[in-house]
C-alpha cells in the first residue's frame, strides 16, 4: 500500500479540506491518506475550535484513513519548527509523498526558491537581520530578504502567502532531512486563508466558519461550507460543551493565569521575549475581555499570531526551560479507518517510532506536555470531560468513508 | 482617645460579632474599637464569603470604628503568625488593650498556661516532637504535649477550644513583643465555632451560617442570626456576584492551577511539604469538585486547615521563596467611621508604620502580596470588579453605628 501525508489542522474539517483530501490522494496515487494533524492549540497560538477527537472523528469522516497527533512543542511553534515536526512524523510513516494546499498551486516554483536560497543562505540571514533591525516584524522581515533574492522574477514562490509559507518550510524540512518523500501541491480554491465567509460559494476558510459561529451563525445555517458529517459532530460538540471554543472563551482562565504569575515570572514562559511580559500583564490587569486584551499588546513588531503562541505557552505552564529542540519521539494514534489500520499492520516493522495508542504510554517530557496542555484544554471548556485525555483510545470507523 | 483591638474575619459579621464589639468597647472602657480583619483569604485556608469591603462595611455598621487589613501573609498563616501579624499591627495602632472571644471567657487561664510554658519551654517543644513523630496531626501534638505539662490542673486555658487556641497566641505575641496592651477575654455565647445553625437562638456560628447560605437558605430567612446592615450588605454582594465564595465556587480556577503547575513545581508553594504535593495532584486529576477533591487528600495527619492553606498558597502563587518572616510593615485602612477618623488623627504621629490609604502606595512584596492575592480573589468571582483592589478607597461612614 502507498501512502500520501499530510499536515492538517481541521479547525474546522470543511468542503476545502475534503476536496484537499480527495485531491491529494488523486495526484499522489496513494492508496491510503495519513494526516498529522495538531492537537488542542494550534500554530497560530489558539486554542482548537473543537476538541482533537472531534476533529480526528471528522477527518475520518471526510476520507482521512489514519490520523495522528503533531505534538504540542511542534504545534504550536513558528512554522519551520511546525513543519519539521510534522514532515519527520509523515516520513516516519513511511510515506512516498506529501501533499499541501497552497496558494501557489504548483511544485516546481517551491523547489526553485529552495534552492536559491539554500545557495545563497548567508545573504539572505543577513538581509533578514538588517530588515529585522528597523523595528518591523519577522515574518516581513523574511519576506523583504527573500524579495532582495528574488528580484520578484517570476518561478519562485510568493511568500507573503500564508499557505505558500507552511508549504515552503515543509519541501526545506524534507529537503533538510533528505526525505525521499516526493512533494506535491494542490491549489487552493476559493476562499483564502483569513477570507470573511462568502455567500453562494460553498468552499470558506475554516477562519471565516468559525468566526461566523462565534458571531451568532447556527451550524445549520453553514451547512453549505461544512460535509454533513462535520456538521453532526460540531452539533455534538457543541451540546456537550455548551459553545465553541476560542481565547474569548478561556480568557477567564488565561487572564487569571497571567495575574497569578505576575510580570517578572511571566518572562520563563516560551516565546515571551525582549520585556513583553510587562505589557501582557498590564493588559490582563485592564481587559476584562480577549479582543480588548490581545488589542492592547499587539503591535506592528509583535503580530497577533506571535503574542497568541506566548499567551499558549503561558496557558499551558510551557517554559523556556521545558524547551526541546529535539526530533519526535512517538507516533500518536488518534484515529483510523480500515485502511488506515491496514496500512498501519503493514508498515509497522519499518516505522522508527514507538506508536502509541494510550496517553499512558508517554512517558518522555514531550508527551508529557501533550496530556497536559490536552489536560488543561478540557478542563477549560467543561470539567467532566477531563478524563479523556487519559481514556479515549483512538477513533476507528469500520466502513469507508463517504461525504 | 482610648482603644481597644480586635481581631476579626466577619465572614460575615453576625450576631455574635455585634455582641463582641459591644463586650469589648464595655470591658475596656475604651472609646473607640480597632479592628485587625483579613482580607480575602482566612486562617482556615479559605476564601472569603464576601469581600473585604463587604466585610468592612458590616463591620463598621455593626459598631466598628476603624478596620485595618491583617497583610494575606499573617491572615492565612498558622495561629502563631497570624496572631504575631496581629497583636504587632494593634500595638502599632496605639491600643491600650486589645479583646478576643474565647470559651475560656475569663484571662487568668491564659497568663497562667503562657507562664507554665515560658518556664518549661524546652520540654514542651521535646514532648512535641515526639508526638508528631506517632504520625498525629501537629495541633493534636501541641495539645498531647500541653496535657503532660498541666496535668489536666485547673487555672490552665483548655488548648482543645479553637478560640482558646487563637487567644492564647494573642497573648503569647503581646508578651513576646513586650507590647503594653492590656489582654482581655470576653466569653463566646451560644454557638461554638463550627456549630450547626440553631433555631430559635439568635448567635449562630458564622460557619453555621455560610453553610445555611450554601445549602440554599436565603439572606432573609437568616435574619435571626444577623444585623439589619449585614443582611443588606450580603444582599448586595450575593446580586453583583451572583452568589457567595468557597473553595466550591473556586474550585475550576484552582483545579485548572495545580494540574497547570504539575506535581513537581506544586511543591515549592508556602506549606505544600513531604511529598503531598503528587496527592494534591492526583486528586485535582481525578475530583470534579472541591468536597471531592478535599475528602481525597485530607487524612488524620493532613487536616482540612492544614490542606486548604497549602491550597490557598497555590490559587495566590505564593511560594516558599517568597516567604517572609518579618513584620507587619504598613497599617492598611480599609475602613473608618467619625470616632475612628478623630482617634487616627489623634494618633498620628505615635503610630510607627506607614497608614495606606490606596493600594498604589504599597511598594514592598507584603504589600504586593496583598494586591494579587485580592485581585486574583476577585477576577475570580466575577471579572468586572478586579480594578476594586486598586481603586477603592477607605470606606467612610460618617455617623454614628448602629445595629
Not at 528597523?134 to 520578484?152: E, F, R
Request: overall charge neutral.
Amino acid at each position: 500500500m502507498k501512502a500520501t501525508g499530510i499536515v492538517v489542522e481541521y479547525n474546522p474539517f470543511h468542503n476545502g479540506h475534503f476536496h484537499h483530501v480527495n485531491q491529494a490522494k488523486q495526484l499522489s496515487g496513494a492508496d491510503v491518506v495519513v494526516a498529522v494533524m495538531s492537537g488542542q492549540f494550534l500554530q497560530r497560538g489558539e486554542p482548537a475550535f473543537a476538541d482533537k477527537w472531534t476533529r480526528t472523528e471528522m477527518a475520518l469522516r471526510g476520507g482521512v484513513d489514519l490520523v495522528i497527533e503533531l505534538p504540542y512543542v511542534f504545534a504550536t511553534a513558528q512554522a519551520s519548527e511546525f513543519a519539521r515536526g510534522a514532515i519527520t512524523l509523515l516520513d516516519a510513516l513511511q510515506c512516498e509523498s506529501f501533499c499541501f494546499g497552497s496558494e501557489q498551486g504548483e511544485i516546481e516554483p517551491f523547489v526553485n526558491s529552495l534552492e536559491l536560497l539554500e545557495a545563497n543562505r548567508q545573504a539572505y540571514d543577513r538581509l533578514i537581520q538588517e530588515r529585522v533591525q528597523t523595528g518591523i516584524s519577522y515574518p516581513k522581515a523574511l519576506n523583504d530578504a527573500y524579495l532582495s533574492l528574488t528580484h520578484g522574477l517570476e518561478g519562485f514562490v510568493d511568500l507573503t502567502m500564508p499557505n505558500n509559507i507552511l508549504g515552503y518550510h515543509y519541501v526545506e524540512a524534507a529537503h533538510a532531512s533528505k526525505s525521499a518523500m516526493r512533494p506535491l501541491t494542490i491549489q487552493r480554491i476559493v476562499a483564502g486563508f483569513h477570507d470573511p465567509l462568502q455567500r453562494g460559494v460553498s468552499i470558506a476558510s475554516a477562519t471565516g466558519i468559525r468566526n461566523a459561529f462565534f458571531e451568532g451563525e447556527s451550524i445549520e445555517q453553514l451547512s453549505a461550507y461544512l460535509p454533513q458529517a462535520s456538521i453532526q459532530l460540531l452539533e455534538r460538540f457543541h451540546a456537550e460543551q455548551n459553545g465553541f471554543v476560542g481565547w474569548e472563551q478561556l480568557y477567564p482562565l488565561l487572564r487569571f493565569t497571567i495575574l497569578r504569575e505576575g510580570p517578572t515570572a511571566l518572562a520563563r514562559f516560551a516565546d515571551v521575549t525582549e520585556g513583553i511580559e510587562n505589557l501582557i500583564y498590564d493588559a490582563a490587569k485592564q481587559a476584562g475581555d480577549f479582543e480588548s486584551f490581545i488589542s492592547r499588546v499587539k503591535s506592528k513588531r509583535y503580530t497577533r499570531t506571535r503574542i497568541q503562541r506566548m499567551l499558549t505557552h503561558i496557558f499551558t505552564g510551557y517554559t523556556k526551560q521545558s524547551l526541546t529542540n529535539g526530533q519526535p519521539e512517538y507516533i500518536r494514534l488518534l484515529g483510523m479507518n480500515k485502511a488506515g489500520r491496514n496500512y498501519l499492520h503493514e508498515q509497522k516493522k519499518a516505522i522508527p517510532l514507538p506508536v502509541i495508542s494510550r496517553a499512558a504510554d508517554l512517558k518522555g517530557a514531550m508527551g508529557q506536555l501533550d496530556i497536559q496542555a490536552s489536560a488543561l484544554y478540557l478542563q477549560a471548556i467543561g470539567a467532566s470531560s477531563l478524563k479523556k485525555e487519559y481514556t479515549t483510545p483512538p477513533i476507528y470507523i469500520g466502513g469507508n468513508s463517504a461525504k
